[in-house]
């Protein structure tokens, strides 16, 4: 029957596995992906396949790191070439009594060369799904955090949460036993803007829980905190001002790459959670994954306070109201 609905048909007309899975990893176009959806809240075999592959490609988020032992392409060519001084027991096909074993020296060297090209993509293929996966769900996080950021200004007067009064202005070399920066992303916890602390950590940096304690002011130390944020050290960031370009102002990303244990190091431009770009967060609350560091209002880098800077001594601020400069935690 022409009127028949959909959600009663068993067929999966129009996509297949592969798109089913691209979009689980976010490869689908925007417009691709929306048609998906569209089609799986129609079609109840259609949803319940996808939700059964990405529940399988889930799983990949608890394992470790999937490496290749190291060397073993070069050990195991190398014993192909040495095999080539026994040559002769190649050709020998017949050993005393006419006995000939089931597999060949030739047979078993071609065995095992295919075996260590196939472990070696397998492996490959595993860890770029893998870091796709951690891509997709840092970016999910993000839009989560943008979430409790716009219901934090409806209640806070269009005010983004500030650090703590007790943050020193020596952003830099903040004492391990005072609040940070991070103060600011914390008052989202204490408030109960956001419920899970695992929120603020990083999928690919292995998230740990902890207990929120009310009476803290920032998280238990820096290691519980994946993201970098806007200055917001004695500075009030409102979403309702005029001059903020807010469709282009970052409020949060990955962790800054430009300093490690307290130092500035400019051997990166790309956070380190990731190894091929960073989650961005916009005042918004649109969420993006890019591949650059020079996402700011005027294309500028969003984690320095000037693309001339060699060394920072932690007083630095951002140089007007639409110049973002996230800070380390």
Request: proline share 4%.
């Amino acid at each position: 029957m022409s009127d028949m609905n959909e959600k009663n048909s068993p067929s999966l007309p129009e996509y297949d596995e592969q798109m089913l899975i691209d979009d689980i990893l976010g490869e689908l176009d925007e417009k691709a992906a929306a048609a998906l959806r569209e089609r799986s809240a129609a079609n109840d075999a259609l949803a319940a396949r996808r939700n059964e592959l990405a529940k399988i490609f889930k799983t990949l988020d608890f394992a470790g790191d999937i490496e290749a032992p190291q060397g073993l392409a070069s050990r195991t060519m190398s014993w192909i070439e040495s095999a080539k001084e026994t040559s002769r027991l190649i050709g020998f096909e017949q050993f005393s009594g006419g006995y000939r074993p089931t597999f060949s020296l030739r047979e078993t060297l071609a065995v095992a060369a295919v075996l260590v090209i196939a472990v070696t993509v397998i492996f490959s293929t595993l860890t770029a799904s893998r870091q796709r996966l951690w891509q997709n769900l840092c970016t999910s996080q993000m839009g989560e955090i943008g979430t409790a950021f716009q219901n934090y200004a409806m209640s806070n007067d269009s005010m983004l949460p500030t650090a703590s009064s007790e943050t020193p202005e020596n952003w830099l070399n903040t004492s391990s036993n005072r609040p940070a920066n991070s103060s600011a992303l914390f008052r989202l916890l204490k408030q109960e803007y956001v419920h899970n602390p695992r929120v603020f950590q990083c999928p690919a940096n292995g998230p740990r829980g902890f207990t929120v304690d009310r009476e803290k002011s920032d998280f238990p130390d820096h290691t519980f905190v994946g993201y970098s944020y806007q200055y917001s050290i004695r500075r009030c960031i409102r979403l309702d001002d005029s001059r903020l370009v807010v469709e282009k102002f970052v409020v949060l990303a990955d962790q800054t790459p430009y300093f490690k244990n307290g130092q500035f190091d400019s051997s990166a431009g790309i956070s380190r959670n990731h190894s091929a770009g960073q989650s961005v967060l916009y005042a918004d609350g649109h969420t993006a994954w890019v591949r650059t560091s020079d996402v700011g209002v005027s294309d500028d880098n969003i984690f320095l306070i000037s693309s001339a800077a060699t060394a920072y001594s932690g007083t630095e601020k951002p140089s007007d109201d639409n110049d973002s400069f996230l800070l380390p935690n």
